[in-house]
């Protein structure tokens, strides 16, 4: 079945750029969307973005001057870019298939799967 | 944005309880909400998705149901697995939104 691991830097500066890479296994990145989703530490979560697998994007107009998503069908990767980054950025950044598409069908409009998470944390 | 208001924010209930969360949307949504379980440490996975489908490989006692603004997970029989957070995520417009979560606490 398919499975999403995220990677990147567990700490990054305020100011600076946060970078994170989503690989995706036991499947391909075709026909479907694929989304960022945050949690800051015991709190809610946070819908950042999609990118659909021909490389439209839709970003959460919240980040959206400061949200890069692209794709990488050839390594069945997914990446995300957070610049001017501040403490309020610190989360556990999880990567999902879905977010658009059929309402009746998963992923479809839902998220799953999901990766298991990466914490940055935005410090000096 | 639309916001997403989920009661009670905790629960405490024991095993075999039947438990109910409540979600409600600040405009209508038709039947186009989920919902996920989250456990500490772990990611959320998707339970219920259309308001009222069972994900495949979920546990026939967790359900879904309503319309519009206001839905209801219901758990008929509490195991001890499934104390955990659960969230509603709506699809009805961008961006998607979820509800701030409700905690299913031990008795």
């Known amino acids: 079945q398919v499975q999403l691991q995220e990677s990147g830097p567990g700490l990054v500066k305020p100011s600076e750029t946060l970078s994170l890479t989503c690989t995706v296994s036991?499947?391909?990145?075709?026909?479907?969307?694929w989304s960022w989703i945050r949690q800051p530490p015991g709190k809610g979560l946070e819908w950042i973005g999609y990118i659909y697998y021909s490389g439209s994007t839709t970003y959460n107009p919240s980040l959206k001057s400061r949200v890069t998503i692209s794709i990488d069908t050839s390594k069945n990767q997914f990446s995300l870019k957070l610049s001017s980054v501040t403490a309020a950025d610190t989360a556990v950044y999880y990567c999902a298939r879905g977010g658009s598409g059929s309402y009746y069908s998963v992923p479809g409009s839902w998220f799953d799967p999901w990766g298991q998470g990466t914490l940055v944390t935005v410090s000096s | 944005d639309i916001q997403m208001t989920q009661s009670p924010s905790s629960v405490s209930a024991s095993i075999g309880d039947r438990v109910t969360i409540t979600c409600r949307a600040s405009?209508?949504?038709?039947?186009?909400l989920a919902w996920y379980q989250q456990k500490p440490g772990k990611a959320p996975k998707l339970l219920i998705f259309?308001?009222?489908s069972l994900q495949s490989g979920v546990p026939s006692r967790f359900s879904g149901s309503g319309s519009g603004t206001g839905f209801t997970l219901t758990i008929s029989s509490l195991q001890p697995e499934d104390f955990a957070t659960y969230y509603c995520q709506q699809a009805d417009s961008l961006p998607r939104t979820f509800g701030g979560g409700t905690k299913v606490e031990m008795k």
């Open positions: 259309a308001a009222s």
């Open positions: 036991g499947g391909s990145l075709s026909s479907s969307y």
């Open positions: 405009q209508g949504i038709g039947n186009l």
